[in-house]
């Protein structure tokens, strides 16, 4: 995820993109990781009996966001001394708080055999 220089937030594409869009009948046979489209939605994922999803009130998507970007980061910050350690989670948590008011989080249930995209769908289209 990249901030453009308009202030919006874009996702980039993992190689799994292509694999989806080739299913899906999309002249696209690969996508690009320097792709991006907006970011439309952050959407936490939990094993569930059924699909639902429901929108995440702003503070609690950020504790999310924070405890997501500490586990990746955690084996890094173990090589940074304490000041850099302290300072590169003070831009992680003023990174997250802006991500929060301006892209709406989601707590999404999905089962093993439901069709959680369209959870997604209509909460977008809510958006």
Not at 66 to 77: D, E, G, M, P, R
Not at 115 to 123: L, V, Y
Request: glycine share 4%; hydrophobic share 45%.
């Amino acid at each position: 995820m990249t901030l453009a220089p308009d202030g919006r937030y874009l996702a980039h594409p993992f190689p799994t993109w292509s694999d989806y869009l080739s299913l899906h009948g999309t002249d696209i046979i690969q996508a690009e990781s320097q792709d991006s489209s907006s970011l439309a939605g952050i959407f936490f994922i939990e094993q569930s009996s059924s699909d639902e999803c429901f929108p995440m009130a702003p503070s609690k998507a950020l504790i999310e966001i924070i405890i997501a970007s500490q586990i990746v980061l955690n084996i890094h910050l173990w090589y940074c001394d304490s000041e850099e350690a302290r300072n590169i989670r003070a831009i992680m948590f003023d990174n997250a708080c802006k991500l929060v008011h301006q892209v709406p989080a989601f707590h999404l249930r999905v089962s093993l055999t439901g069709r959680f995209w369209e959870q997604i769908e209509t909460a977008l289209a809510g958006v």
